[in-house]
């Protein structure tokens, strides 16, 4: 009897111990309504799989290439949804409240909550932590015409994540250095031009 | 009485050799007639087998291409995937980066606005 008594326990902790794992994998609405209204929407959905087959395809000689591929290497998952609308408001807080009550789940902490009173761009970053490593990454912004939800998952590395500045025509911060916006004037993206005298 | 009998019956009932002009036109007659010549233990008959060699060929060739081109699109399909997924994946990162750098300004403006506040105490 006692021999069956250890596989029984295990089969019945089994389900228990797996459900009591943190999962860092979101259930990403499909928000079809949001879709018909955005002038633009961006809907990305990359499984181990696909994030293989992308890496394979990533040329380690091109440096935007070399970068992306040190990134995706631990990753299990990539999941993007993002709208941008013609008008404010267009989308209900009610949408976004719906993927905010999954980060209340154990082991989802909240790492930066910022408000731009100028941009009105709200951007949450939750990360969830697992044996002092991080394993998945959300992020929710919300603009007045823009609602970007971005799901994470896999071995985040938040040094490579940093190096991701910098990237794609993105301005680099210099978030670490010490200089000021004073010393040096960085061109707002998207503003205008100096009128010409 | 009987021995006479029997010996004249075995010396016109002895075993002749065919004269040539007798071999000569039977092999005519063969030749002539193609119902007279035996038949093929194959399963087509000899003329057929030319054509049949060639149809072989063809469909094993055509079996050949027929496979070569469907790797070839199956390549070509997962190909048009890999570089599909790739983009993805640095449309996925941009995505990322934009809203990480909006974060990160946010927080930089504010830490900004408080170091300048600070020196006013």
């Given at each position: 009897?006692?021999?069956?008594?250890?596989?029984?326990?295990?089969?019945?902790?089994g389900?228990?111990?797996?459900?009591?794992a943190?999962?860092?994998?979101?259930v990403?609405?499909?928000?079809?309504?949001?879709?018909?209204?955005?002038?633009?929407?961006?809907?990305?959905?990359?499984?181990?799989?696909?994030l293989s087959?992308?890496?394979?395809?990533?040329?380690?000689?091109?440096p935007?290439?070399?970068?992306?591929?040190?990134?995706i290497?631990?990753?299990?998952?990539?999941?993007v949804?993002?709208?941008?609308?013609?008008?404010?408001t267009?989308?209900a807080?009610?949408?976004?409240?719906?993927?905010r009550?999954?980060?209340?789940?154990?082991?989802?902490?909240?790492?930066?909550?910022?408000?731009?009173?100028?941009?009105?761009?709200?951007?949450?970053?939750y990360?969830?932590?697992?044996?002092?490593?991080?394993?998945?990454?959300?992020?929710?912004?919300s603009?007045?015409?823009?609602?970007?939800?971005?799901?994470?998952?896999?071995?985040?590395?938040?040094d490579?994540?940093?190096?991701?500045?910098?990237?794609?025509?993105?301005?680099?911060?210099?978030?670490?250095?010490?200089?000021t916006p004073?010393?040096?004037?960085?061109?707002?993206r998207?503003?205008?031009?100096?009128?010409?005298? | 009485?009987?021995?006479?009998?029997?010996?004249?019956?075995?010396?016109?009932?002895?075993?002749?050799?065919p004269?040539?002009?007798?071999?000569?036109k039977?092999?005519?007659?063969v030749?002539?007639?193609?119902?007279?010549?035996?038949?093929?233990?194959?399963?087509?008959?000899?003329?057929?087998?030319?054509?049949?060699?060639?149809l072989?060929?063809?469909?094993?060739?055509c079996?050949?291409?027929?496979?070569g081109?469907?790797?070839?699109?199956?390549?070509?399909?997962?190909q048009?995937?890999?570089?599909?997924?790739?983009?993805?994946?640095l449309?996925?990162?941009?995505?990322?980066?934009?809203?990480?750098?909006?974060?990160?300004?946010?927080?930089?403006s504010?830490?900004?606005?408080?170091?300048?506040e600070k020196?006013g105490?």
């Amino acid at each position: 009897m006692r021999k069956y008594t250890m596989p029984m326990l295990l089969a019945l902790l089994g389900p228990a111990l797996a459900w009591a794992a943190p999962n860092p994998k979101l259930v990403m609405p499909e928000f079809p309504g949001l879709a018909q209204k955005a002038s633009e929407s961006v809907t990305i959905t990359l499984d181990p799989t696909l994030l293989s087959m992308a890496g394979r395809f990533l040329d380690g000689n091109d440096p935007q290439d070399a970068a992306t591929k040190e990134i995706i290497k631990g990753l299990r998952g990539i999941y993007v949804r993002s709208y941008t609308f013609d008008k404010d408001t267009e989308y209900a807080q009610s949408d976004i409240d719906a993927v905010r009550s999954q980060l209340s789940a154990p082991g989802w902490n909240r790492l930066v909550e910022t408000h731009s009173r100028k941009t009105r761009a709200n951007v949450d970053i939750y990360i969830m932590i697992d044996h002092d490593q991080a394993v998945g990454l959300a992020l929710i912004a919300s603009e007045p015409r823009q609602f970007t939800i971005v799901n994470i998952i896999g071995a985040i590395d938040l040094d490579k994540l940093h190096k991701l500045e910098g990237q794609f025509g993105v301005p680099k911060l210099d978030i670490d250095e010490s200089k000021t916006p004073a010393q040096e004037p960085r061109k707002e993206r998207g503003s205008a031009p100096p009128p010409k005298s | 009485m009987n021995q006479d009998i029997e010996s004249g019956m075995r010396s016109a009932l002895r075993p002749v050799a065919p004269s040539d002009e007798f071999s000569r036109k039977l092999l005519a007659r063969v030749a002539a007639d193609p119902q007279a010549r035996p038949k093929s233990y194959g399963l087509m008959p000899r003329s057929a087998r030319p054509l049949a060699w060639w149809l072989a060929t063809s469909l094993a060739a055509c079996l050949v291409l027929a496979v070569g081109i469907e790797r070839h699109l199956e390549q070509q399909r997962l190909q048009q995937s890999g570089l599909e997924a790739r983009r993805e994946v640095l449309q996925a990162l941009r995505v990322t980066s934009q809203k990480l750098n909006l974060a990160f300004e946010a927080v930089k403006s504010q830490s900004t606005s408080l170091a300048d506040e600070k020196p006013g105490l």
